[in-house]
């Protein structure tokens, strides 16, 4: 099963009179449950890809299907709503609110979902931040956090809807090595046990072993989809 579907999608802006052209004709399928690894030098497309996907943006041209769902036709409200059921996000600089604790982070997405009641709310938010390690810390602001914390409480915050798809754009590149490691491994750990599909972009080389999937992204174009088969034994079908 593909849970996102992406069809000769194009994304164009214009930026002072000239056209730039960020993602030219890509197609693309994501199975269900994949830790897949959009991979690229700076500039090439990898966030405009991953906002597509999570539909903060929508293609110039093409389709994207989120389980199955042509988002194209769907209005504003529908969009939302299929976006805070369904993806979470991960961002490079986390993203946290500043004033509020880790605990209310986590919280924040689940109370845009009226079907979510208090107690099932609060089961979650202890529940996730266990997962990543913060349960003794859970009043803490950011700014009482390290930066492999503040990364945690965001991929905690990501969980929380239990969403099909999490996107994380750049999630390791503020983080030094030893902890982005720790970063990438926890990520990974809840895309097994959980199944939950992850899509990372990075320009990382290291960060780009640890996929089972890989798709490199150069000028907008999709030139390369790998599959690691056994560690470090990639088969590339395109
Ligand atoms: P990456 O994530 O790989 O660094 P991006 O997707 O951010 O790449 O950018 C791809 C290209 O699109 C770049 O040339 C960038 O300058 C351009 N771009 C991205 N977003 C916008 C925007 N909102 N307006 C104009 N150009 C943009
Ligand atoms: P890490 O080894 O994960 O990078 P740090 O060495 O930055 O962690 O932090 C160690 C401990 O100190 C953590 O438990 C963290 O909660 C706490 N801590 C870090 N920065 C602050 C701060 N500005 N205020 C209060 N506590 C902090």
Request: aromatic share 6%; hydrophobic share 40%.
């Amino acid at each position: 099963n593909n849970v996102v579907q992406i069809r000769n999608v194009s994304r164009s802006y214009v930026l002072g009179g000239q056209q730039v052209n960020a993602l030219k004709n890509i197609t693309l399928d994501i199975e269900d449950g994949v830790f897949i690894a959009i991979a690229g030098p700076s500039g090439s497309g990898k966030s405009t890809l991953l906002n597509l996907i999570g539909c903060i943006d929508t293609p110039t041209s093409g389709q994207i299907l989120i389980n199955g769902q042509d988002v194209s036709g769907k209005t504003p409200d529908e969009l939302a709503s299929l976006r805070a059921r369904t993806i979470g996000f991960i961002f490079q600089t986390f993203n946290l609110l500043p004033v509020l604790s880790a605990y209310e982070n986590v919280e924040y997405p689940l109370l845009q979902l009226p079907e979510i009641g208090k107690e099932e709310r609060d089961r979650r938010v202890r529940y996730f931040l266990e997962i990543v390690g913060l349960g003794q810390k859970m009043t803490h602001r950011p700014n009482q956090l390290s930066g492999g914390q503040r990364q945690r409480v965001a991929i905690a915050r990501a969980l929380a809807v239990q969403p099909a798809i999490v996107l994380a754009d750049e999630p390791t590149a503020n983080l030094d090595r030893k902890t982005g490691d720790a970063i990438l491994e926890l990520m990974r750990e809840i895309n097994r046990t959980m199944k939950t599909t992850f899509i990372f972009s990075t320009h990382d080389k290291r960060v780009m072993s640890m996929a089972d999937r890989l798709v490199r992204i150069e000028d907008g174009e999709l030139t390369a989809l790998g599959v690691q088969k056994a560690p470090g034994e990639w088969a590339y079908v395109k």
